[in-house]
């Protein structure tokens, strides 16, 4: 991965030929669009990306969350000199504007205000059309959540139809799936020299019917279902799912190709990772951490990480129902702990912040310092590192993160640092070490689990710890909370309407919750994703084996299982939650006091 230092990184990237006259750029070489608000902070993929355009030596702006009925919008700061990046934000868009239910949501995280209405349905395909309009001539490229996602043929469950692989309806010249930091800078890079975009790890193109003649796949590339065929055939949904999975794994993986007709999609084989230098280089860019001063309103999605640091990168995990490893991987990436500590000083000095980190994580919170040998790696076609059991080659003791966490409590300005991501309970029970110092000193008085579910069959499918590691995990935070003399609680998340989860396992919940009289704070209803397992067997309404689940479909058939989860959510609203042993507290209740570690 590239840096240079040609550019003096500016305190915000332009967002108006004003800013650009303000910093001395006459014109700009890139252009990034982004559905959501600029917040420059290293949580935000459009602020990442532009940030490390910066320092390659390209003059980039941003367009942040624009009027999409108005081309004219995308032309506020001239014609790019190389070329425009599209992402439509941190989520995926069908996401952010729609429910479970298929209803529009209340709120968008990532607009002023939680604003709604601030991005449309599929809004990197609109962005990307409107870039071709706004600047013909000039190279496309697309990325982010949305673009990984759906980077081959997929299911949309809020159209309820097969769609096409975002090059198709995007028309972009290239996509880059995953984070990239390594693939974005040689696009742009070859977008400048006018060179071929063959053959750059962690990108997809659409080759036309003359390139497509001359597409030779050898063994470099592994051959998709046709779109045809999805469109005929539901299992076909399923088979690429397993492909690309397998073909996931940055060590071993290779390309993917998909036809259209007469056209050809090429997938080329995943990046390689990110190592602990690399990562912490870039979350040391000169971020400014807060949003741009063209907002006057909060972001809501600001506030929930204005406070915590991302100290890892990747999930282990491959649960069946999780967009994330389709996106950042399942190699996890640590940065230094001087690195994070740097950014701890950096954040102590920020006016705002009053004492507290309110996380140190990433996809969970025990997962930091996790490690494993590549060359072992180079030979596994898991779609888990946890799952069906814990491979040998993955490491993680939590003796990496217990060192972490002493360090950075020892920062002077620094009061309290908790662990908010969510503690995975495959690994917090083989971490004796971490769990006792996490409870007693990093829970800011709930600290957030993920059992999903409690029925042993629906989390098999999931690719999920088994129902006993929960109630073990259980009666080791209460025994620890009690030796410490600390009145806390467990957050447990619980999805209602998996793929396979009948009434009799959705009892198997609702019984637990009855016998411990607990009220939940964290409920979801299933959403299937493109590019997950859990999707895949939700459309095909089978699981990987082959075998016929039960899938509920439509609200009709859903609320029965909404209204298991629905009424644990009533009852005293300043309820503040349950000890793990589900002894309620009344004093909490009235007085809505929060327990400390």
Known sequence: MAFGDKITQPEFLPTTRAEMDKIGWDELDVLIITGDCYVDHPSFGASIIGRLLVDCGYRTGIIPQFDWNDVDALKVMGTPRVGVG?????????????????????????????????????????????????????????GGLEA?????????????????????????????????????PEVFRRFEKRESLAGIPGTARLLGKKEAELFDPQE??????????????????????????QEMNPFRGRGLYQKYGDRILVLEAPPQPLDSDELDRVHELPYARKPHPRYK????????????????RGCPGGCAFCGLVAHQGRSVMSRSAESLYKEIDQLTRMPLFKGTISDIGGAAGNIFGSSADPDICAKC???????????????????????????????????????NSGIRLDLALRQPELLREVVRYHVSGHLKVAPEHLDAGVLKLMRKSSAEEFYTFMDEFEKLSREF?????????????????????????????????WSLQQVQDYIPLPMTMGGAMYYCGKDSSGNPITVNRGLAERRPQIEVLKRRRTGPPRSKGFLASGKYNRKSQKNGKKYKG
């Open 86 to 142: 599209v992402t439509s934000g941190n989520m995926d868009s069908m996401v952010n504007i729609y429910t479970a239910g298929r209803r529009k949501r209340k709120e968008d995280m990532f607009s002023e205000d939680g604003e709604a209405g601030k991005r449309p349905p599929h809004a990197l395909v609109v962005y990307a059309q409107l870039a071709r309009r706004a600047f013909p001539g000039v190279p496309v490229m697309i």
């Open 148 to 184: 990984s996602l759906r980077r081959v043929a997929h299911y949309d469950y809020w159209q309820d139809k097969i769609r096409p692989s975002m090059m198709v309806d995007t028309k972009a010249d290239i996509m880059v799936y995953g984070m990239g930091e390594r693939p974005v």
């Open 220 to 245: 470099r590339y592994l051959e998709l279902p046709s779109y045809e065929e999805t469109l005929k055939n539901k299992d076909a949904i399923m088979t690429s799912t397993i492909l690309v999975e």
């Open 297 to 312: 309103k909060r972001i809501p999605a600001f506030d929930a990480i204005a406070n915590s640091v991302q100290a890892v």
């Open 381 to 419: 076609r898991r779609s888990s590192c946890l799952f069906p059991q814990v491979c040998p080659n993955y490491k993680c003791d939590g003796l990496a993160l217990l060192d972490l966490l002493r360090k950075l409590r020892n920062h002077p300005k620094v009061k309290h640092i908790y662990i």
């Open 485 to 517: 003399g600390l009145e806390q609680y467990i957050i447990p998340l619980f999805i209602s309407n998996f793929p396979g989860c009948t009434a009799k396992a959705m009892q198997v919940v609702d019984d637990f919750l009855n016998k411990h009289h």
